[in-house]
Structure formats: C-alpha cells, structure tokens
C-alpha cells in the first residue's frame, strides 16, 4: 500500500512560491469557513478554529508542494475519523449523561440524523411520503441535526464528490483507515474479488427489508459505527442482540481486518451506504483513468487501492471500477505516471495535474468545510477536558 | 352455492388480493427480488421463471383454504398455533434461500465416459430455474396478514370448492403486484449482478432465519 | 469536431462542480434543506404518534387523544393510539383518569401513573381498558414505541395498544 512508500514523485514536485500561490485559494476558504469561530465563539474555539484551519492549509500546500494527494488526504481523513467520535460522545454525555438513546428521545424527534440512513428512507418515502427515522424534519433547539439539514449538507456535498465522500467527508472511515495504516505489511494479502460486491448486496438487502419492515435496518441492526455514536438504549433480549452485532461488527470489520490487511474492509466489503454513493460517480466529471501506453501492469495500483476499486481487467479497459472513491492512492503509487487524474470528456493525455487540481479544489473545499468543522469542534472538546468551560 | 353468491364470493376474494397485494410484495419481495436477479435475464425468461414461482405459491394457497374450510372453523389472528407455523416456515424459507444462493444441492454433472447422445434433436429441455418451486410454495404459506383475513373469510364459505375457488381468486388479485417484477428481465445480466443477487439472498435468509428462530423462542419462553 | 465539444462540455463540468462547491455553504446547502422540508414528507406515525383528534382541559393540564396508529406493511408492532398529557408540571402527583379514546363519550380506559418530581425519573403506571377495543397494560413504562409511557420535555407520552381484531 502507498501508505508507508515515498511518493514516487520527486519530494518537490513544484517551487514554494507556485505551491503557496496555488494553496492560496485554500488559504482564504479556510479563513471564510471559520470566520464565524474567530468572531463569535469562546477563546478555545477560536483557538481549535485556527488550528484546524491552518492543518487544512498545510495538507493543501503539501499537496501541492509533492503533488501527492492519498498521504496528505489521509491525515486529515483519519484525524477526523478519530476525533470525531470523542466530541460526539462527549455531547451525548453533557446532554444526557449515557450514549444510549432512549425512546423517550426517539419519541420527541430528537435523533440525530445521520447520512447513512439515506438508501433506506427511498422507497417507504415514494410510496407513503413518511420517513422512517425518529428525528424531526427540521432543526430544533435540542436537534440541530435535523433530517432536511443534514439531507440538504449530504446533497449538496454529493454533487460535487460523488464518491469522493468516502474519502473526503465521512466521518467513520478515516477510523479504519487509521487502523489500516499502522501495520508496515499486511499479514492477509490475498482476499477474495466478490468481496468488493458485498456492499451492494447488503445495500439491496437493506432497502428491501426497510421498505418491507418500514424501519431503517441497516441502523437497527448492522451499523458497525453505533459503537463509537450513539444506539438504542439496550433494554430487552432484541436491543441486547443489536448492541452485541454492532461490538461484533465494528471490532471485526473496523479493527481487526484493516490492521489484517491495510485495506478498509468495512468501507469496500460491507457499507451499503458506500454502494450507494458509487452510483453518484456516474454524474461526477473526474475520474481515475490509467495510461495504456504508460501503464506496464505491474500491478502496485492494485495493491495500493484502500477498496480494491481496480481489478486487473478495469486496468486494462484503462478506469477504475465504479466504487472508486478518488483517494489518490493509486496515482501516488504508480512509477510510470499511468495511473492519472482525468476529466470526463477530455483526452487522456490531457494534463492529469488540471484534473488533480480542479478536483482537489472542490474536493477540499468540501473537506475543510465539513471534516474541519468537526475536527475544530472535537478539539475544542478536547481542550476543555483539560481547561474546564 | 348459487352463481350469484359464488361471484360475489370471487368479487370480494379478488378486492381483498388486490388491496393488500402491497403487504404480499412487502413479505414476498425480499424473497422474489434477489432471487429473480440471479437467473439469467430476458422478459420471456422471466415470464417463466415468475409463473413457476407464482404456480408454487398458488399451491401453497390452495392448500391453505383446503387446510382452514376442512378445519372446519375460522382461524382467528390470535390463534397462538399460528406462531409456530409462521416461525417453521421462516426458517424453512430461510434454509431453501439460502440453499439457492450457495446453489446447493450441486446439479449433477455428466460423469466422465458417459456418452452424450450423437445428434441433439430439437433444444435441450431447460431445467427449471433453482428454488422456483420451493420458495414459491414456502412464500405462499407464510402466514401475512392478509392471508389470514381471506382465511377467516374462505373458512366460511359453504364448500370445499367455494374456499379453494375463493383463495384462488385472491391470489390472482395479490398476484397482480407481481408484474412489475416482469422488469428486473431488463437488468443486464452480468456475474457481478447475479453475484450481488445471491449474497443479498444469503443476507435475507440470516433476516427471515433469526426472525423465524425468534418467533419460535419466543413461543417456547413465553407459551 | 465531437472530442473537442466533449473536452468543452467536460471542463465546463468541472467548473461547474467548483461553482456548486462554493456556493454549498451559502445557498446550496439551504435551498436543498428547504426543499425537503418543503416537500411534504413527515416523519413516521410510529415515531411521531399521528396527529391530534381531540383534547380536553382538566385542572391545570391538557389530555391531547391522537388518532389510532396502524403498523404500515410489516411494520412491528401493534396499532396504538396516543395520549398526551401536557404540561407535565401542570400534572397531580398521581394521575388517575378515565380517558374516552374513540370520541363515542365512553370512556375506554383508566389510567394510573405517577408523576415524579425529578423530571429524569422514569415513568411506571397501569392502563386498564374498559372495553374490548383496547389492550390492558400493567405495568406500562418505556417499553416500545406501541406501548409506552414516557416523559418528553415537559409532556407525558402514554401509548396504548388496541387489541388485535377477531
């Protein structure tokens, strides 16, 4: 895996002087996105505001800087899957004193909605203009995270990453892709292709049984990620069974496998959530292509992908498989600059870096505006264990 | 029975398959979906692999409104037999999905220096699409609500006939929802397609498997 | 002629994505909300308990009676209907009623609970039904969403099960 590797680029791909010119958009952004922090909030907040806004910065400039993206990326993914949780948990714990959710908070519409939710409110919603979700449609004082809201920040982030989200936005992946890095080698190399069709599979099963059940099932019974949010409060045989899954789940598929293989095994061989976002990247315009003139099938693109995306087949037709999530992975590992960054429509030999960059600007965008609010929040969470409020 | 009282017996049987056809799709779809899926594509194709399956469960019908008018009383909905039947036949389904999608019992293969036949006349006979007739039958005897409705009402029709008659003109107003799955032959067949139906109808059958157990532990635990 | 018009249409894409991109946190992101929120969906009975059919003052505090909450498809879970009983600081101690669920002005079942002065604590009663349309609970709490009884904020939410029809 590119984990681990030298970028296969000279260390400077471009001066500092272009690299800062070209991070300078970034730059701005970051200051844009925080500006509420700086102006309003306490002293630890605008001090997290700054720190994550600055972290932001420099990724972008090392990114340019290399012209590397999966490391750089990576960083910030797994910063923000790691950190997530302990801010969530620890506002779960102010407000109520327990991650359990119960029914009582269920019952008022206090749920916060989460995007993963998404596939399964589909078909039950065209049918019967219901939503199986025990949240409110829009934000209250005690719900910010309402449904319209945080459907709204999924749609609007979906149009421009497609797929990308699972590489820029969501805040559960980065916790595999953190296990995922540690290992120098992975000790499970080979792994079955029709794994990476499990997703779909489970993405099916889950629609048909959530239109047929009218309950979200995914979130009811195989969410591996209710073990670092929040669930339903175990009082009973069925939420004790549900609780054990979710340990079971999460411990194999979120720990276990990725220190086992260096791969995201939760986000490649289970999320139906993910599935679904990979039907986006039939609209979004970029795309990872390879080079057939280039490319001499030596096969590191292939070990490389964080969710076995590229098959040697995918390869020779010169894509990726339609579950790519545009990490950078595979580019950074390729010795022959096969692997490239492309615009659709475009021709291949157009330059890859215009495709890098007009994606990575979007991209990030999204990124720091998302991911870095949420790390900004997290930190000052941390902070405050330490500097009481 | 009059004519007139047997139409109007149809009539109703037909209304109330029409109007709780959804509840069938919504138990049955799981089942038909993935299992449809994972047969190889074409309308016609399906055509037949969806009338072998409706021809199965038309069975499990029949049998039913024979079972409920010979038993000679209605079957109210808090028949507490009812939980046994409908966690039996949970995991039955569960076993003849599950068996479908791992394509077990294997087909059996020409053993080696048996001689096929010299001068094939005509197309080979096709053999029937896997699980068509179990799973239509297992699906045809799971206990929804609306089966049970038209159960209490078949129970206490006049004959033997009247009931069988009545179950059948219900099927055909439930069967109606069915078609649309007439288009999943539009789906292009490729391995990863029917790949991704058998490992959905592996994952449905771990849901109706524990949804059945439950139902069966629970009878046992609480009587 | 068409790979040039392709290139064009492919680079006008991505400009377009960076636009959106932008303009997400400001109007993007907004409009999409209100659109949903606008879109006439709502939120499933089940969880929200259906909407209000009628309501009577008693002293100090108003009992809110829902319409009755069928499980939709195979929904798990009986029908239900609600009561609501609100404000909650409004309430006795000891809340004994006899509530009419159906609007026909007989009552169909008594309620006991008791109020607890901490508004964390949980909630236990008793519903005794007083005809065959609904279903006795004793004791009654925070069991599931069709059969509850449950303080949210400053209301009390009790949820009684009708009894399956013959």
Known sequence: MASSSVPVRPAAFRGVGRSLLLTLPMALWSLLMFTPAFLHASGVARASGAV???????????????????????????????????????????????????????????????????????????LTRTLVFPGSILPTASNPHSIA???????????????????????????????????????????????????????LAVVLLSAALFEPVYCTWLCPFKTVTEFAAVRNVETAAQMAIFVALFLVLVVALPLLTKKRTQCGFFCPFGAFQSLFNKINVFEIRFD???????????????????????????????????????????????????????????????????FLYGAWAMATMFGGSVLANSLATMIHFVIPK | MTLLSLSASAGEALALGFATGPVCVATCGPVVLPWILAQPGGVRGHSRQLGLFLGARLAGYLLFGAAVWLAGAAIPR????????????????????????????????AVAGQSQPLVQIGAQPASPPRGALALGFLTGINFCPPFLVAGVRAAQLASLSASLLFFAVFFVGTAVWFLPFLSLGLVRRTPAVVTVARIAAILLACWYGFSGLLILIERIVYG | MRKRWLAVAGYVGAALTLAIAALVPFVLM???????????????????????????????YLVSVYEPVQPRLLQRGGPFVQVVFSPASGLPSNVDELIDLDGDGQPDVRVRFAVPGDARASLHGAVQALNSRYRSVEPIGADSFTQLLARTGDRIVLRIPLAPRR
């Open chain 1, 292 to 358: 057939r003139q280039k490319c001499v099938d030596c096969g590191l693109c292939l070990h490389a992908c964080p969710t076995m995306a590229i098959t040697a087949e995918s390869v020779h037709e010169g894509k990726t498989l339609l579950n790519c999530m545009k990490c950078g992975a595979c580019v950074d590992s390729c010795k022959k600059d096969a692997a490239v960054w492309h615009v659709k429509g475009t021709p291949l030999t157009a330059k890859p870096e215009r495709a890098r960059l007009l």
């Open chain 3, 30 to 60: 907004g409009g999409i909300t209100q659109a949903v929120a606008h879109a006439g969906l709502r939120v499933d009975e089940v969880y929200t308990g259906g909407t209000v059919a009628r309501s009577f003052t008693r002293n100090g």
């Open chain 1, 149 to 203: 809201v945080m459907i709204g920040l999924w749609l609007a982030m979906t149009l421009v990453l497609g797929k990308a989200w699972c590489a820029y936005a969501c805040f559960f992946g980065g916790i595999e892709e953190g296990f995922a890095a540690f290992p120098k080698r992975a000790k499970i190399r080979s792994l079955d292709p029709r794994l990476r069709l499990v997703p779909w599979a489970v993405l």
């Open chain 2, 78 to 109: 808090a028949w507490t037999g009812r939980s046994w039947l409908l966690g039996a036949v949970q995991v039955l389904l569960a076993l003849s999905l599950a068996a479908f999608a791992t394509g077990w019992p294997r087909r059996r293969r």
């Open chain 1, 52 to 126: 994550v806004a600055v972290f932001m910065t420099a990724l972008f400039y090392q990114m340019m800087r290399t012209g590397t993206t999966y490391r750089w990326r990576r960083y910030f993914f797994v910063a923000l899957g790691m950190l997530f949780p302990v801010g969530f948990i620890a506002a779960l714990l102010a407000a109520r004193g327990s991650m359990s959710i119960p029914i009582e908070r269920m019952v008022s519409g206090d749920t916060p909605f989460c995007f993963m939710v998404i596939p399964m409110l589909i078909v039950p919603a065209a």
